[in-house]
């Protein structure tokens, strides 16, 4: 709740920025920002894939997007992914897995998403040491309001995680055996394999390609590779707080990322409202009332 609230008085705050920002989306490049819808939609065929690369069995291709679309939209409704795990593991279950290796499987999928997007951050640093420069937020050397507040987000962020290692530790016990199996199986199949790695890289590439697209869109001369550094950079921040769909957390750390990647505020807000737009609150609606389908055909 704390951060939530941190990040309402940073609105509230800074509301002329955010007005701003607004304003300027108005005026964004329709073509970008209809790249930016397309490279959304493929989050969740990437998404998909990884996720029959995570267990042995077939998975019904289209009920298995279709699944992925629909816990993708509950995951802004309940925090920290719970929404998203619950229907996924629901589905893995419906397809004949067992509640054991169903959470196994979701595990095996997290963990390799984890890997990705670490080493893609540290390949993207060590090729661009210089996009991200944290000079550039602020004026005349001092930090901004909205650097103190996100600073502030990000040590509530960094808290909660630490408050949830032990539970998620006590978890993990009851399943370490069924999770090593499952992965040797996997990695034991060359086509498993091929769809957990390829769909956990490509993963977090469209949704960098979504921010890409969205600055595009907005005319800012900042190259595609540092934004692409400020999404991973921003993402992997937010994602210690646990908040549905990292609502707030990864709004303050998408901006910060992307001034200290060299746009201005203004252009970081319109940015982050236009990825929001294309990555939540279009998909929303539909992704509910998928989800209901599903529920009411049995598909969960």
């Known amino acids: 709740m704390a951060p939530l609230l941190l990040v309402g008085a940073l609105a509230f705050w800074r509301w002329p920025m955010v007005d701003s920002g607004t304003d300027q989306l108005g005026s964004a490049d329709r073509e970008w920002l209809l790249l930016a819808a397309g490279a959304a939609l493929l989050t969740w065929v990437c998404s998909a894939a990884a996720q029959q690369g995570a267990v042995l069995e077939q998975l019904p291709p289209w009920r298995l997007l279709a699944t992925s679309f629909a816990a993708s939209a509950a995951n802004h409704i309940l925090p920290a992914g719970v929404?998203?795990?619950?229907?996924?593991?629901?589905?893995?279950?419906?397809?004949?897995?067992?509640?054991?290796?169903?959470?196994?499987?979701?595990?095996?999928?997290?963990?390799?998403?984890?890997?990705?997007?670490?080493?893609?951050?540290?390949?993207?640093?060590?090729?661009?040491?210089?996009?991200?420069?944290?000079?550039?937020?602020?004026?005349?050397?001092?930090?901004?309001?909205?650097?103190?507040?996100?600073?502030?987000?990000?040590?509530?962020?960094?808290?909660?995680?630490?408050?949830?290692?032990?539970?998620?530790?006590?978890?993990?016990?009851?399943?370490?055996?069924?999770?090593?199996?499952?992965?040797?199986?996997?990695?034991?199949?060359?086509?498993?394999?091929?769809?957990?790695?390829?769909?956990?890289?490509?993963?977090?590439?469209?949704?960098?390609?979504?921010?890409?697209?969205?600055?595009?869109?907005?005319?800012?001369?900042?190259?595609?590779?540092?934004?692409?550094?400020?999404?991973?950079?921003g993402s992997a921040a937010a994602a210690l707080l646990p908040t549905p769909?990292?609502?707030?957390?990864?709004?303050?750390?998408?901006?910060?990322?992307?001034?200290?990647?060299?746009?201005?505020a203004v252009v970081a807000t319109s940015a982050v409202l236009a990825y929001r737009l294309v990555t939540v609150w279009l998909p929303l609606v539909p992704g509910v009332l998928v989800l209901a389908a599903l529920v009411r055909r049995r598909v969960l």
């Open 83 to 233: 929404g998203g795990n619950a229907v996924s593991l629901r589905f893995l279950v419906r397809c004949g897995l067992s509640p054991s290796r169903s959470a196994a499987a979701l595990t095996v999928r997290a963990v390799a998403g984890g890997i990705v997007r670490v080493a893609l951050l540290l390949a993207l640093l060590l090729a661009f040491p210089h996009a991200l420069a944290v000079h550039r937020v602020g004026v005349h050397g001092r930090p901004d309001d909205s650097l103190v507040i996100g600073v502030a987000v990000l040590l509530c962020a960094v808290v909660a995680g630490l408050a949830g290692v032990r539970r998620v530790r006590t978890m993990l016990r009851s399943f370490l055996g069924t999770l090593a199996t499952d992965v040797r199986a996997v990695h034991g199949r060359s086509a498993r394999v091929a769809a957990l790695w390829a769909g956990s890289v490509a993963f977090p590439v469209m949704h960098a390609a979504v921010l890409v697209a969205a600055v595009r869109a907005l005319h800012a001369p900042v190259p595609a590779a540092h934004v692409a550094v400020a999404y991973l950079a």
């Open 245 to 264: 769909g990292g609502l707030g957390s990864l709004d303050v750390a998408l901006g910060l990322a992307l001034v200290t990647a060299g746009t201005t």
